[in-house]
């Protein structure tokens, strides 16, 4: 390969060599600083993510940039990815919790890497064994029979669809140990939790969750909606303490909050998206274009969204069919959409 190529363009080529060498060295000297960071937080108790400060990080960065030559916007990525990395890096739990995860999906894996990276001790369960044991293994935490993990943990967190929740809870809630935590992660807290709440022993305690992320992504940084139901002070302190030591932001909110705010960023985001979508399709076969050379820089990030949301197209439509809030968040959507026809008629 190296045959053909000029003897200055190999020189400048080792010259790169040696400077993304020196880089690599300097975002290490970097992530051994964060490593005192995290141990000067464990000992304070103080929280992984620092939302001021990463805005003072980027901002000072992207002038420091400009200084240099260099694009602002680029900077922001580079130093938001360094950011990620860091956040992600520092994880730490103050007190170790054990906690089960009954589920083998997305979220059930996204959720079981973060608790047993942060030091807590996770085990994997759920009605296909063989599927717990994959996703535990490919993690390296244990699996285990459902009815020995609900007996056993201190925190069981429920990571399956709404319809197979309630018969999960009837089965495993009453093997719980006596002042254990139960958790589900559904999108949509209306007629879910008073079910689960029926369900549930008196021994057991339960505080609802919403992580608001998708399965795919770095979760560290992201919110985690708390919505304690039946609980007493211990549980909310030492579960928001465990969230926000692991790098989360924790929202505490009401079901009837919780749904009506996510009727607002959930429900009208994904219906205002997928309506585009579908107009965009309609529009560019009736006007036979092809449009896809002709993508904005912020039309970019709009359309990798809507790829999101078709990948999950069923969590998407459950949400809009089970949040008591959506019928009029979409009604809002075709309304403003016919008055702005208007204005720009
Ligand atoms: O300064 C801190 O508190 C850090 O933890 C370091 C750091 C960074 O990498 O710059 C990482 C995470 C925080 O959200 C803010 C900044």
Do not use: C
């Not at 969590?315 to 089970?322: D, F, L, T």
């Amino acid at each position: 390969m190296t045959q053909g190529v000029p003897e200055e363009l190999r020189i400048k080529r080792k010259e790169l060599d040696k400077v993304d060498r020196e880089l690599l060295s300097l975002i290490a000297k970097r992530m051994k600083i964060v490593k005192d960071i995290t141990e000067i937080k464990r000992k304070y108790g103080i929280p992984v993510f620092d939302k001021a400060r990463e805005e003072q990080v980027l901002k000072t960065r992207e002038i420091w940039g400009l200084e240099e030559g260099i694009d602002w916007r680029f900077v922001e990525e580079v130093f938001k990815l360094i950011l990620q990395q860091s956040r992600s890096q520092q994880l730490y739990a103050k007190s170790k919790l054990y906690i089960g995860i009954y589920g083998y999906g997305g979220m059930a894996r996204t959720l079981a890497e973060v608790f047993s990276r942060a030091g807590h001790k996770v085990v994997i369960t759920g009605r296909n064994l063989e599927k717990a044991k994959e996703l535990a293994q490919s993690l390296k935490v244990e699996w285990g029979e459902p009815k020995e993990v609900a007996s056993k943990v201190e925190w069981l967190i429920l990571a399956v669809p709404p319809d197979a929740l309630i018969d999960v809870v009837r089965e495993l809630a009453p093997l719980m140990r006596s002042g254990s935590l139960l958790s589900d992660i559904s999108s949509v807290k209306s007629g879910i939790v008073d079910k689960i709440l029926k369900e549930l022993p008196e021994y057991v305690e339960y505080i609802s969750l919403h992580p608001l992320f998708g399965p795919d992504i770095d979760p560290i940084g992201e919110t985690i909606v708390m919505i304690p139901l039946k609980s007493y002070d211990y549980w909310v302190r030492e579960l928001s303490q465990a969230l926000v030591s692991m790098g989360f932001e924790v929202v505490t909110a009401s079901p009837d909050e919780h749904d009506k705010a996510m009727a607002v960023t959930q429900v009208l985001h994904h219906f205002a998206l997928l309506t585009l979508k579908r107009s965009m399709d309609e529009l560019a076969k009736e006007l036979d274009v092809n449009y896809e050379g002709y993508v904005t820089y912020s039309f970019k990030k709009t359309l990798d969204t809507i790829k999101r949301l078709e990948s999950l197209f069923d969590v998407v439509k459950e949400i809009q069919q089970r949040n008591p809030y959506a019928k009029n968040a979409r009604r809002k959507f075709i309304e403003n959409a016919e008055q702005l026809n208007e204005e720009f008629a």
